[in-house]
């Protein structure tokens, strides 16, 4: 997760340019991600990458059973688990 976390905190835009030499989409978009929120944002820059809790799991759930992708009797509990996440913006630097 480490990597991942300087990664999409923009370290990795070198590396984004590398593979993406044919596809300049590719480059721009993720150049953006800072800018836009797209990584960091809300609970993502006190809980750090990845942030997510049981009541946004709900919201997720709710809406897809809203939209018809998700049957309501599905046990959305099952599909997550917090003991990876919301362990800080620091947590995977040590």
């Known amino acids: 997760m480490g990597g991942a976390v300087d ?3 923009g370290y990795g835009i070198d590396a984004v ?4 030499q ?3 989409k590719i480059t721009v978009a ?8 797209i990584i ?17 799991w709900k ?3 709710d809406s897809m059973v ?3 992708i998700s049957k309501s009797n599905v046990n959305y509990k099952k599909a997550h688990t917090l003991q990876f996440a ?5 947590y995977y630097k040590k």
């Open 86 to 90: 919301n362990k800080g913006v620091g």
């Open 30 to 37: 993720a150049s953006n991600f800072p800018e836009y929120g």
């Open 17 to 20: 340019n590398a593979i993406a």
């Open 66 to 68: 809203d939209t018809k």
């Open 59 to 61: 919201s997720l759930f």
């Open 7 to 9: 990664f999409f905190v």
């Open 40 to 56: 960091l944002s809300d609970a993502a820059e006190k809980q750090g990458i990845g942030a997510m809790s049981d009541a946004s």
């Open 22 to 24: 044919g596809i300049p």
